[in-house]
């Protein structure tokens, strides 16, 4: 079931978890077959949170035969362990260990995304990381999940007093930042089994203004925690302190969930 918020976002609710990782990566799969018909790259920035549409995906790609050569991945974001250096690839925490993971060691190689066109968002060449974007064409759809802030990607909001506009905000671009204590608790519950000492405090990340110059956004709720979050993105006035919430002023914006989750929203 679809339908169109009064904010203007489009909400999709799928029966069960699965079904909003199938969604995710039928919607990756069809923007794939759509732009090698229109001869062009296929630019994505992809998340890691949520990852489960990644072996569908892949899955599909190897059994219908579908090349990924013209397919360029940005991934959205990364921990660092200082603002200067990057977590470890081969880190258990790196998503770049977990698009390996998840997805690149799944596909046949003769089908695969080039290794030259798998970019990840590096502390010192954020201008470069932007200047491809748009030297491509820039971003045919992007992906990604809804943090317990809001935050897409990882940018986080400023404080309540910060006088920042939601206008300057949508116009940050890849750029180091410290991760919010929020962040950093919903996270280690998730992924690190409580370890808050462990998690890294920076990250870097893909800016507001990739995200918003994208064709197109799709964010996935699979999270029941998400609800909440969910209701102040669609129902609050666009501000920095909830950074989703510019996606009011997108054309193109669906959210996908679970009717469990979606149940009120």
Avoid at 209 to 232: E, F, M, P, T
Wanted: proline content about 8%.
């Amino acid at each position: 079931m679809e339908r169109t918020l009064p904010c203007g976002i489009l909400l999709k609710l799928v029966p069960s978890e699965f079904d909003v990782y199938l969604d995710m990566a039928l919607t990756m799969l069809e923007t794939i077959i759509r732009c090698r018909k229109e001869n062009r790259p296929c630019v994505m920035i992809v998340p890691v949170g949520p990852t489960n549409q990644y072996p569908i995906l892949a899955e599909m790609v190897n059994r219908l035969n579908i090349p990924l050569d013209h397919v360029h991945f940005f991934n959205m974001d990364e921990y660092l362990i200082t603002p200067d250096t990057a977590i470890a690839e081969d880190h258990s925490m790196s998503f770049h260990a977990r698009m390996n993971s998840e997805f690149y060691s799944r596909v046949r190689d003769e089908l695969n995304i080039p290794v030259s066109q798998r970019h990840f968002p590096e502390p010192g060449k954020e201008a470069e990381y932007d200047a491809l974007i748009e030297e491509l064409g820039g971003v045919e759809l992007c992906l990604g999940g809804l943090g317990i802030n809001g935050h897409i990607a990882f940018n986080e909001p400023p404080e309540a007093d910060d006088p920042i506009t939601a206008e300057a905000f949508g116009a940050l671009g890849t750029r180091v930042l410290p991760i919010s204590r929020e962040t950093r608790t919903i996270n280690a519950y998730g992924y690190q089994r409580g370890d808050i000492r462990g998690m890294p405090e920076y990250c870097i990340t893909i800016g507001m203004k990739q995200i918003l110059a994208s064709r197109a956004v799709y964010i996935a709720l699979n999270r029941d925690w998400q609800h909440g979050i969910a209701r102040h993105v669609f129902g609050d006035p666009v501000q920095p302190q909830i950074p989703a919430s510019l996606l009011q002023n997108h054309p193109n914006v669906r959210f996908c969930t679970s009717e469990s989750i979606g149940k009120g929203l």
